[in-house]
Each structure stands twice: as C-alpha cells, then as structure tokens.
C-alpha cells in the first residue's frame, strides 16, 4: 500500500486540511484541519470498528471514539500532533467527553510501515503509557527537510534509539524481540484494512465514531462529538 500511495504525497496540499492551533486575545484558536475531499463511502457505525488493543487517550468509559489516522513519516501529522492533538485532548478527551485512538495509516514509504510496526511492539510489549511517550517523541524527532523518498530515515538502530529515550534497557530488548519477530504484523494490518474499509485517503484524518469528520475548526469536531453522543 505505501507504493501505490507514494505518488500521491507531492499533491498532499490538495488533500489535507492543515490544523493550526493559535492564541487571540479571548483565548486559543481552533484548528484547521486538512481532510481530503474525495467522495467518501457509506460511513461506518461505531460498533462496527474493534477498538480493541487500540492505544488510545482518555477514559474508556467516554461514551464516543474519535479516530486519528496517521503516518510517522507525514509532516502534516507531525503539526497535526503537536498543535491539534493538546487542544483535543483539554477539550474533548480530559472531559470525558471522548475517546482519542491512534491508527496507522502507513503510505508514504517503507520507513512508515517500519516505525508503525514498532510502534505496535512497544504498545503491544509496554503498555499504552509508553506507547504515547514514544509515538510523541517520534514526531518530535521527525525531520524538518525530510524527503517523502528517502526511506531509510527510521531505520531500526534509530527507533530502538528513540525508545532507549523512554523506557529501560530490558524493555527496550522486549519491544526489539517482539519486533524483529513480526509479532506486530497482524495489528499493524488490523489498522490498514480499517483505512481500505473507511476509504482514507490521506493524512492526518479524523473518523467520529465511525464517520469522518469534514469540519474545519474544534468546534466543528465539538458539535459532531456532542451528536456522537446523543446518537446522531
């Protein structure tokens, strides 16, 4: 799959709708978020998508599931994590209103599907605490001239690195073991198939239970969360 969506990262512009989080005088700014604009398919009921070892922000107990899907490799999702992801979490994730999941969206090159696979080792070896600390700081680390065709950017000496920065030697070891073995394959695919399933089409992009989200500020995610929950 990131071979046949390779050639399509130098249109990204027209297919993203960047989040850009700000300050005014009354307080903070919603986003912006870039969706893409294709025709999309029958939308998908919450109950329908397995949450399950998901890693995910919140109380399980939010009665609605946002779903983030996104590439380590895409400097949209880079300022989408940095900039969005905060406000998203005050807003909508401390208050119990939601539940924010990451999915893998793996298209850009081999280096995305190399550092989601080992980022699934270190969720499925780990836990879903350090699992956050490490997808964080691997957009962190994300390069700021990267090029979408250089793939050996997140090679597995630079995310054992990056892990090394958040968990202890051992652990480390585990999640390296676990990775090396492909034991993260089958979660790894369990989120590409959900990406063929709900027509993604680029990212960062946002699905409400199930529905993608086609707004552009917070509020617009607020209003569709506060529907979410009253079963709309």
Not at 28 to 40: E, M, P
Not at 45 to 70: M, R, T
Not at 77 to 99: M, N, Q, R, Y
Request: hydrophobic share 35%.
């Amino acid at each position: 799959m990131a071979n046949n969506k390779k050639a399509n990262t130098k249109n990204s512009s027209s297919k993203f709708i960047f989040w850009v989080v700000g300050l005014i005088a009354v307080g903070v700014l919603a986003l912006i978020f870039l969706g893409n604009h294709s025709k999309d398919k029958e939308a998908v009921k919450s109950n329908e998508i397995d949450y399950s070892h998901q890693p995910f922000l919140g109380k399980e107990s939010a009665p609605v599931s946002i779903i983030e899907f996104g590439d380590y490799k895409c400097p949209y999702c880079k300022e989408f994590s940095a900039s969005a992801v905060p406000f998203i979490e005050k807003e909508l994730v401390d208050t119990g209103k939601a539940k924010f999941y990451f999915f893998n969206d793996s298209f850009i090159n081999v280096d995305s599907e190399r550092s989601a696979k080992f980022a699934e080792s270190v969720y499925a070896e780990l836990g879903n605490d350090t699992f956050w600390k490490f997808h964080d700081l691997l957009y962190k680390k994300q390069p700021e001239d990267q090029k979408y065709e250089k793939i050996d950017l997140y090679t597995e000496k630079f995310l054992t690195d990056t892990l090394k920065e958040v968990a202890g030697d051992k652990e480390v070891d585990k999640v390296v073991k676990h990775f090396q073995a492909d034991k993260s394959k089958d979660a790894w695919q369990k989120d590409m198939d959900y990406v063929k399933k709900l027509n993604v089409q680029g990212t960062p992009a946002l699905f409400v239970n199930g529905k993608k989200f086609e707004g552009q500020s917070i509020d617009d995610l607020k209003e569709m969360v506060e529907n979410a929950a009253k079963g709309k």
